[in-house]
Structure formats: C-alpha cells, structure tokens
C-alpha cells in the first residue's frame, strides 16, 4: 500500500486497519457505504484525496464506528482534503452558461406563474431565491432552466448556471462555486479573495447592485447553497435539489408534482407528432400511466419511440405492463429512470437504505413507521428518522395529515429490485414473517375493543401493550389504517399453514366487520378462517366461520348463491356437533340468502325456525342472535306487504331488547335499539302513518350517528328522508337525500339508487 507520509496515507492506512478489524472486503464495504469498489480502494491507497465528510460518515456507518472512531477517521480524511489556494482561482466543473431550454417542454404553467410573481413581489431589500426540490425524475433541472429562459428579460446583467453536482462522489465546494461565479461577473482572479467567507461576502455586494439570474444546480444541502445566495437586490437564485432544503429561510418553494394524465399525454404527442399518437390514444394514455406520469420517465418512453418510428404504442405500453421489466424498458440512450433512482439510493447510509428498499414489502398504497420499522428490523424512532430523511430527499412521498409516506409507482418497483438483489428470498422472508407477527398480533388485539363478550384471558395479546392505541376510535384508526398490511399478513398465514392463529385473528374481527359492512375483503378473511378451522378438525368453529362467511357474503359483496352455500355448510356443522346457537345463526343467514334469491316463502320459514331456537337457548348471544333474526323477519314481512305482522314482530324485539337481552355492553344494547326503532319507523311509514315514523328513524339516526357507524347511518338517513318528502318538508328532505346520496356510494351500497330516485321525485337535480 502506497504511503508517502502525508495525511491521505494516514487516512489510507486507517481505512484500510478498520476494513481487516471489520472482516470486510473491499466489495462489501463498497456496497455497505454507497461508495465505488474503485473509489475505496483508490481511498486507501492514498491516490485519491482526503474523503468528503458524506462519504467519511457513510464508511464509518458501514464499520460500526463509535463517535470517537468516527472522528478520528474524520480528522485523518481531514488532514488529506487540499488547502484553499492563495494564488489562482480554482475552475468549477461545467460551464456557467445558461443551458438551452427544451423546445417541447410541457405544463408546469401555473408554478412559472408563482415564480413570475415572486420576481415581481420582490422589494430590493431581499434578493428572491427559489427552491425547486422534489423525487427525482420531477424534472426539476428541465424546469428551472425553462424558467430561466422565460424570465431572462428581467434580468439584463446576466444569466448564469452552476452544477453543484449535489449527487456526484464529490460535491462542488462553495467557494469554487463563488470564484467561477465573481469571475464571471468580472472580477480579476488577483481580486477573488482565499476564504469561502470573504468570496460570499463580496459575492453579496457585488450581486446588490445587479440583476443577475443564477442556476445553482444539483444542491447537495443546505450548507452548500447558503454561502452562494445574495443579500438585498433584485437578482433571482433559482436552486434545485433532490434535497427538501427545508432549513432555508424566506425562499420561494417551487412544489412540482408528477404531471396529469393530459399533460403527460401532451408532452408524448410533442416529442412523437399528433398523428402517430392520435393513431393509438388509448396505448399512449396506457403508456404515460405506466410512467406513474413522471415526466422524466414520460420523455424517455417518448424518445424511445421517436427513435424507433415503426414500433407500435400498444407494444411500448404491453411491455411496460410486465412490472419485472418496466425499469429496463424505460431508457432511451443516456437517459435511464432506474440510473436516476440508483443514484438518490447511494447517497444513503446503510440503515436507511434499508428501510427504503424494505418499506416496498408494505402491502397496501401508503404505510407508517411503525410498518417500516418492523420491515426494516429498526427501532420504531429510527425508522421514523430515516423516513423522514428519505422524504427529505425525495424518495417517499408524505401523507398530507398523517405520518405515513407513499412511493411513487417507479420508485416502489425500484425498491422492490433492490430488496431482492439484496436481501434476497430469505431476508424478505424473515422480515415478512417479523411483521407479519406483530401486526397479527396488534390488529387481533384492537379489534378485540369492539367485542362485547370480549374477556381478559382472550388469546390476543398486543404485541406492545405501550404502544396500543388507545379506546375504540385509536383501535378503528389503526384497523383501517392498516387493513391492507393485516390483510396480506394473515393470507401469509393462511397460506403457510398457521390455522390457529388465522382462526384466532378472524374471531377478533367478527364485531369490528360489522362497523365496516362495505369492505369486501370480509369475504376473504371469513373463508381463510372456515377453512383453517376446517384444517384443525373443529367442526363447531367451522360452523362459526362459515355463518361469519355467510353474512359476509350476504352483505359485504351481495353473491347471495355463495351465501347460502355457506349457510347450509354451517348447518349441516352445527348440527353434527349439536350447537344449537350456531344451527340458530346458520338458520337466519341462509334465509337472508334465499329472501335476496326470490325464495321468499321459504325465508319466512327459515327465520320462524331460528327465532324459535335461538329464543328457547336464553343465552346472551342467543339472545343477540333472535333479536337479529326478528329484525330480519319483520323486514322481510314488510317487503312482502304484509307491514302490520311486520310492525308486531319488530314490536317483540323491542320488549325482548328492553328487557337487557343484548348483555353486558349497553353500547350494544343502545346499537339493537336503534335498529329496532329505524325498522319500526319503517314499518309505520310503509302503513302510512307518517308522523310516527318520522320520531322513531330520527331516533335511530341519532343513535347511530353518535356511535359513527356510516353502514346502518345512512340508510337510516334515506329512511328518514324518505318519510320527510311525505310530510311535505321538502328542504329537510332534500338534505338528508343528498347526504345519504353521496355516503352511501361512497359506501358502495345498492341502496344509493334508492335514493336517487327520492331526490328525483322531489324534482332536484342529482
């Protein structure tokens, strides 16, 4: 190993010491640190200078340095890196030119609007900077450059760009930066002081007086910008970065997100022609949203095409549908969205690089740090830390009012490269199987709040009682939150075989699925449950699942056939095992099925025969499960026409609710009586006798809306909007149809159209 005595062989030798201590090749500590295998072993031969402070921190990461073996590797890189010259000015790499704009540029209106009026807003006591920051692939570069062009007559002392190659090995120092940029305003080189400090000060009072516009390009963060930006004047600072710069102060923030679908068609028909996209329309609206409608991946697909003027657009778009190619397709010539994300994922240390790469085994469209940690094998507050910073850098998207992040479509498959490349079959096994069981754990645990028989022996322990949110609304805000991430864990379960858990896990969530009758994945988790219980030879809890399954069916995705299937598979369980609760259940939800099927008749006599078992048990839940099928009896009379043995049986539940059958929970109790009192107001307004009705639905309405629960409010609204047009109060009426409208197609419930056609027949306007 070469040393010459000097400080670069010091740190080489170092290095070099730590790496053998380490048990680590040069490859490995290449990777580990984001750095070349050339540039390290350059590094420790001392043909490179003195390490940059970036690339100290990331090697001294990669070794498991403490602080104080992190700063004596940083003093020796120190003692390596060159001394400012006295005599002479150092050249910045690249030219201070202003860069051609892009003849097809495209959007970006109202974001060079903003900039315009910041320019015109600015007072000559503050010089106006602009930031431009963002995921990379924005074209930020591309935009500051077009801006510059477009604000060039403001600024008649000069245009200038200076690359601060923010992402290569080596960042522009500022003061080189500043020698370039006071040469370039005409100050001799004998006249361009030695220190940063007395260079940005002059750089200052040289700009005061002038109307420059300057493109600091490629920031490397905040502490190589601050010394470049003027003091008073009217000259603009337009800075772009992957980097947030959150810590600059009083600058305009250029906020570029990727571009609509119509823009992004538009700049594709600006690079290929009108006529070859108008041919294939829908191919080339395909195309661009296969590019997540990032404007650099949108130009490379159009290059590509342009280059090739016989392919056919419905080619590029099928190849990009195959998402293990899309990253190797998307790159014409130099340009290359995979190279672009590679070098953003370099600049990170080893940890957060971890978690970025790990985060895209998140199911679902968003997740939080608490998911990334597990995912990552990090302590939450980390994990929290490094998302942050990868936000900072562009590399996740924040969510506007949670603290959960997002990838962009590219970006996510990126990352899902990268953990496979790394990590590889075994570590993404091992970090699913970590999660899965904690969050398994957690959404068993929460779900449990909504339980009223919910005792404290139950199986579900919370992974972290400390962190468990808190009342039933923390434990909703985490179950919805999260019900993409359980969801997947528990298909990981049931697919590996763990059936007891799976089981557990569903039994948890029977209660909290009522509140969220809409979500269709109900179905999946009640048939992973019934089958797992099948699997462990417990034919009394697969005869609950399957009357879980069964309601599922019926009611979350309305295939009534599949419902009953389910139903019959119940009893006929049920019954071998002489459960006469669940033969009570299994009765009311297949008869819930033949009703919706046209078997009306036979439903009537399917509900007597639960009602009348269900009735003779004199359980709590037994008489939970009559007071449901009475409620289902009385309904289905009533559809029939016959409202007046409707309104007799819903009276009976009434009197059996009142006498404490819904059990140890008055939440529940208060919940049956609700519905009781909406089935009874709809039976008297099927009677016509309006005024009565009118009191019992806005009471149900009342009681619901108090408990949050949208799948029984709004139907209830419809209801008591429905009789309101009858009183004559046509305003009431028309607000309550309205609000029922639109909730209950956000719920995706048949039963919007019902009241669309109120709101038709109140003569408004949908």
Known sequence: MENDGSGRGGFGQLLYRLRGDAGLSQEQLAHAAGVSVRAL??????????????????????????????RALEQAAAAGRPRPQTGGATVVRGALALPRDIADFTARGPALDRLRAAVRRADGEHAPVAVVSGEPGLGKTSFAVHAAHRLAEHFPDGLFAVDLHGMGHEPT???????????????PDSGVPADTGDRAGLWRSVVRDRRLLVLLDDAAGEEQVRPLLPGGGRSLTIVTSRQSLAGLESVH???????????????????????????????????????????????????????????????????????????????????QVRAVFALSYRQLGPAARR?????????????????????????????????????????????PTAERYRFHDLLKVFAGEQVAAEDGPEGIRAALERADRWILGRAGAAALRFDADHHQDSPHADPDPASLPAGREGARAWLEAERANWLAALRRAARAGHHRQVVDVAEAMHWFSDLNQHWELWAEVFRYSSDAARALGSRREEAVHLNYLAWAYNICVYDHQAALAAAEAALTAAREVDDRLQVGWALGYGAGALSRTGRVAESIAWLRDSAACLGALGSVQAHLGELTVLNTLGNTLRQQGRAGEALEVHRRAEL?????????????????????????????????????????LAGALARFEARDVKPWSEPARLDLGRVLAR???????????SAAHEALGALNS????????????????R
């Not at 120092?173 to 100050?187: H, I, K, N, T």
């Not at 404490?660 to 039976?683: F, H, K, M, T, V």
Request: glycine content about 10%; aromatic content about 2%; charged content about 30%.
């Open 656 to 696: 059996i609710c009142r006498a404490g059958a819904p059990g140890r929970s008055p939440d529940l109790a208060e919940l049956y009586g609700a519905i009781i009192r909406q089935n009874i107001g709809n039976d008297l307004a099927a009677l016509g006798r309006w005024s009565e009705a009118e009191p019992e």
């Open 173 to 187: 120092e500022p003061r080189d930066a500043l020698a370039a940029l006071l040469r370039a305003v005409g100050v």
């Open 750 to 765: 048949p039963r919007r159209q019902e009241a669309a056609d109120e709101l038709d027949a109140l003569g408004t306007v």
């Open 253 to 335: 923030r250029c906020d570029l997100g990727v571009l609509r679908r119509e823009e992004a068609v538009e700049l594709m028909t600006r690079i290929l022609g009108p006529e070859r996209v108008g041919r294939e329309a829908q191919a080339a609206r395909d195309i661009v949203d296969l590019c997540g409608l990032l404007p650099l991946a949108v130009r490379i697909a159009g290059q590509r095409l342009a280059a090739r003027p016989d392919e056919r657009l419905g080619k590029l778009a099928a190849r990009l549908a195959d998402e293990g190619r899309r990253l190797d397709t998307l790159q014409a010539g130099s340009l």
């Open 727 to 737: 009183l004559g109060r046509r305003r009431e009426a028309f607000q309550a149809l």
């Open 41 to 70: 072993a350059d590094l420790e031969r001392g043909r490179a200078r003195g390490a940059r402070r970036r690339t100290v921190r990331a090697l001294a990461e990669a070794l498991g340095l403490d602080e104080t073996g992190e």
């Open 355 to 399: 978690l970025f790469r790990r985060a895209a085994l998140a199911a679902g469209p968003d997740f939080g740090p608490e998911i990334a940690a597990l995912l990552a094998d990090l302590p939450i507050a980390q994990a929290a830390r490094h998302a942050e910073e990868l936000t900072d850098a562009g590399l996740l998207q924040p969510h």
